[in-house]
C-alpha cells in the first residue's frame, strides 16, 4: 500500500468527472516540482465550475501580498535572535535565579486568581 502512495498509482473512481480527474491526476504527482501550485489548481476548469460569485476574485486578491509582511531575511533574523541565550542566563547560577523568580512570580499569579476566585464562589452563593 504505501508503496503504490509512494509511486503515485490510484485508479480513479468511475463517478469522478473528467474535469475532476484531471485537476487530481495534477496534483497528484510524486515529483512536487510537476506538481500544480495553488493558482494553478485554483485556475483549473473544474476549480472554476459553479463557483460563488466573488470567489475567484477573493482568491486573486489572496495572491498578491499585502503590504507589511515580513521578507525572508527579517522572519531569519528574528528565529536568530529568538534562539540565542540571554546573557543574564549565560551563567548558570543566574539561570537558576531566573527561574526561581519565574516560578514565584507564577505562584504569585495562581494566588491571587485562586483568591478571586473564591470571592467569585462566595458572591455567587
Given amino acids: 500500500m504505501i508503496q503504490r502512495i509512494l509511486q503515485v498509482k490510484y485508479d480513479m473512481p468511475k463517478h469522478v468527472s473528467p474535469e475532476c480527474a484531471d485537476l487530481l491526476r495534477r496534483i497528484l504527482v510524486a515529483d ?72 514565584q512570580d507564577e505562584a504569585v499569579y495562581e494566588s491571587s486568581f485562586d483568591d478571586q476566585w473564591a470571592e467569585h464562589v462566595v458572591t455567587q452563593s
Fill in 32 to 103: 512536487p516540482n510537476k506538481r500544480l501550485t495553488i493558482p494553478q489548481i485554483q485556475d483549473h476548469p473544474w476549480y472554476l465550475k459553479d463557483l460563488p460569485p466573488g470567489v475567484k476574485e477573493m482568491n486573486n486578491d489572496l495572491r498578491t501580498p499585502t503590504s507589511g509582511l515580513q521578507s525572508l531575511e527579517e522572519i531569519m533574523a528574528i528565529l536568530q535572535e529568538a534562539q540565542k541565550t540571554p546573557t543574564a542566563l549565560a551563567n548558570g547560577a543566574e539561570q537558576d535565579a531566573y527561574i526561581d523568580d519565574a516560578l
